[in-house]
């Protein structure tokens, strides 16, 4: 080799062999240190586990009517007082967690997935990315509320029908969320180098923009889960939700408002889980978008 | 220069819409040798990497590389042909995966070109983990446990994965620190000796570039107006751009070339005629309207200067 020449030095002097530079905690570390995350975990899984454990909790039909039991306040006897049929609010509430529970994981999984695909896809494609914008502005500019009342008139009021309405409106902000993402990521130096050394598209997808885009993904899942689960209990509550033959917190709230000055309790218990429930979802979405993203942490 | 050449780029040009940052750039590298380019930032030696390996398109142009044009190359082809020419970036913070380990960073290239079994590919790892003098311990490590030393050789391991006939390193020190500079540039110089890879160097660092380098054009505004061997080049500087870079650098200048005065142009209004003559010590009438023609000057040596043309008269 003719490498070695007589204008230049054979050898530069360098530096010394560095050492491993010291890591960050894992993300599963901070969040167990951040006590509002913390909180609002434990409050999801006792949630989550009342509503899965209804059966052994709360035995019996949550809907058998006994018109002798009506109105009885909170107490040993019913944990949670009984309503105008003489249902057991303890009942109710644990087992129309399932059911508002079970419609805000199916319309967040529905919903995130699409929004993740058509996001990727969209950051990625330019000309598709034109369509598919104008489409998310068409569906965010049209009202929720119209489209699942629209689409409980002609499907029927049923479980199906509130999921499919609610994956439909809440795909669009979230579908936002993502392709703003990708288009961030894209430009990384990472996926030029992906690029150079051969890695075909899909894979570009899977290994390098899905994983860089997976925190805020997150942060947007929970805040939708608590709309979905919000969107449930307020459709259901005026009447196009599931339908009056399930059960629900939302239903559950239908009934109540009739009785609210005559038996408080039976408003109260399914509006304290519901509440309960979406404001740990909040504060969960908050504090790991603070523990992901520390540039977006609030300053004191 | 009877070797053959494996990389031949003819009238390379690269616009983005009215910016011309690339303009009808023409070089070749015989097998196993590094071609340096040189320039200030904005003279367009980034974009000219990209080119070649065509991460961006091309306006006009070919490259020839092992015999085929990549610029006709369809995705497929192209992206197959990626295995024999690798690049290695300036950034070593933002050109590895942050969620890839050191062990699936340089399995990668070899599974996505589909190189050996998964017992081969770890093993190739291994060892080329240990020809960038990064313990094996480092493999299931992840990039930010690193510096920027140690990262520029992940990314140099990664770039070697497929055993490439062509590197192109694109400010391969600049962001690192002087100390970590030298290693990472001694051990560029010794792998490329060990696997005889041609190498393709963009630098604006012209101490480095004459380390590294075999053959080096100097980058003005898009265009190539010097090139020649190296030795040529830093003793026999024709342009009086590469006159005024040499008179600039740190420590070299003998006090009597001018040394460059202002920034360079934008590449939206490039001047009429000769690119350089705004910041020429030298201009005349003729740079104005005439644009000057690359000429052979000897020894390998070419230069586009109208300068030449009076030396050639007299």
């Known amino acids: ?300 | 220069m009877t070797e053959q050449s494996i990389l031949s780029v003819t009238g390379l040009s690269k616009s983005f819409r009215a910016v011309k940052a690339v303009r009808d750039v023409s070089f070749s590298i015989p097998r196993g040798k590094t071609f340096g380019l040189v320039g200030e930032s904005g003279s367009g030696k980034s974009t000219t990497a990209r080119l070649v390996l065509r991460l961006v398109e091309p306006t006009t142009g070919s490259i020839s590389f092992r015999g085929r044009d990549l610029a006709e190359l369809a995705p497929r082809a192209l992206r197959a042909e990626r295995r024999h020419m690798q690049m290695i970036f300036q950034d070593p913070f933002g050109s590895l995966n942050p969620r890839m380990s050191v062990r699936e960073t340089l399995v990668e290239p070899q599974l996505v070109h589909d190189i050996g079994t998964p017992s081969d590919r770890l093993r190739t790892a291994e060892r080329l983990l240990a020809e960038v003098s990064l313990p094996r311990a480092a493999l299931d490590r992840f990039p930010h446990e690193f510096s920027g030393g140690q990262r520029q050789r992940i990314a140099i391991a990664r770039a070697l994965a497929t055993n490439p006939e062509l590197i192109v390193a694109d400010e391969p020190v600049s962001a690192l620190d002087v100390s970590v500079q030298a290693q990472v540039l001694n051990l560029m110089r010794d792998l490329q000796d060990r696997h005889g890879t041609t190498m393709l160097f963009i630098s604006h660092d012209l101490r480095v570039v004459q380390f590294m380098c075999d053959e080096i054009g100097v980058m003005y505004l898009g265009e190539i107006v010097e090139q020649g061997p190296r030795d040529r080049i830093y003793g026999a500087p024709a342009h009086p751009y590469t006159q005024a870079l040499l008179a600039s650098a740190p420590g070299k200048g003998s006090g009597q070339r001018a040394r460059l005065k202002g920034e360079i142009p934008s590449a939206h209004a490039v001047p009429s005629g000769c690119a350089f003559r705004t910041r020429c010590p030298h201009a005349f009438d003729r740079c104005v309207n005439e644009k000057p023609a690359m000429r052979d000057i000897g020894g390998g040596q070419k230069a586009a200067c109208h300068l030449l043309d009076k030396a050639e008269a007299a």
């Open chain 1, 1 to 300: 080799m003719s490498m070695t020449q007589a204008t230049s030095p054979d050898r530069l002097a360098g530096g010394d062999e560095e050492s491993f530079v010291t890591t960050n905690k894992p993300v599963w570390q901070r969040l167990v240190a951040n006590p509002t995350a913390m909180t609002s975990i434990i409050l999801l899984v006792v949630l989550a586990l009342s509503a899965v454990l209804a059966p052994l909790l709360a035995p019996g039909n949550p809907l058998k009517v006994s018109p002798a039991d009506r109105f009885i306040p909170p107490g040993a006897e019913h944990y949670f007082g009984t309503d105008n049929l003489g249902r057991d609010m303890f009942n109710m509430v644990l087992h129309g967690g399932r059911t508002s529970l079970f419609v805000g994981l199916v319309v967040t999984a529905i919903s995130m997935s699409v929004a993740v695909v058509l996001g990727a896809i969209s950051g990625f494609y330019r000309q598709v990315d034109m369509v598919l914008m104008r489409i998310v502005d068409g569906l965010m500019a049209f009202p929720g509320i119209v489209l699942a009342t629209a689409a409980a008139a002609i499907m029927g009021p049923s479980m199906s029908t509130v999921i499919t309405s609610l994956s439909i409106v809440l795909v669009a902000p979230s579908l936002r969320v993502v392709r703003g993402q990708v288009l961030v990521v894209r430009e990384l130096q990472m996926i030029e180098a992906a690029r150079s050394v051969g890695v075909p598209t899909l894979r570009l997808f899977t290994r390098y923009i899905l994983p860089a885009v997976s925190s805020p993904i997150l942060v947007q899942a929970s805040f939708i889960f608590s709309a979905a689960v919000l969107g449930e209990a307020g459709l259901s509550f005026i009447g196009v939700g599931i339908g009056p033959k399930e059960l629900s917190w939302g239903n559950a709230l239908t009934e109540a408002r009739n009785y609210i000055a005559q038996a408080p309790w039976i408003v109260l218990f399914p509006g304290l889980a519901l509440m309960l429930t979406i404001l740990a979802l909040n504060l969960l979405g908050d504090s790991l978008r603070d523990i992901l993203d520390p540039r977006l942490a609030r300053r004191r």
